[in-house]
């Protein structure tokens, strides 16, 4: 069974940042989603380090970067300049089961996506 082990996240003001990490061994692909309170989960960013690709949703295009630790298993979310309405749970997501010559046109379906971490919470608000 594969795990995706999550943490970070927590408050943030308006403006500020946070970061949040997801931690799994043996897949270079990570996409990062996010689900508020009585919306349906939506797609944040996507990650291939064996494509070198990189892919953000235009509600946090650069706001968002995901990063990886040469090495490490775990890939970081950082977000900067927040908003309230990026308050969600979210969630990293591994072994993308589409076709990767299509993975920028595909990356956002999280039906797509096997495995999924546990879910971990951010707010912003003053």
């Known amino acids: 069974q594969v795990q995706l082990v999550e943490s970070g996240g927590g408050w943030a003001q308006p403006g500020g940042s946070l970061s949040v990490s997801c931690t799994v061994s043996?897949?270079?692909?990570i996409g990062w989603f996010r689900q508020a309170p009585g919306k349906e989960r939506e797609a944040v960013a996507c990650v291939s380090s064996s494509l070198g690709t990189t892919y953000y949703a235009n509600s946090v295009k650069g706001r968002f970067t995901i990063s990886r630790d040469k090495g490490d298993n775990t890939m970081y979310l950082q977000m900067n300049s927040l908003k309230p309405e990026d308050t969600a749970v979210y969630y990293c997501?591994?072994?993308?089961?589409?076709?990767?010559?299509?993975?920028?046109?595909?990356?956002?379906?999280?039906?797509?996506?096997?495995?999924w971490g546990q879910g971990t919470q951010v707010t912003v608000s003053s």
């Open positions: 997501a591994t072994d993308f089961v589409g076709p990767l010559r299509r993975l920028i046109e595909l990356w956002e379906f999280e039906y797509l996506w096997h495995y």
């Open positions: 043996g897949y270079s692909m």
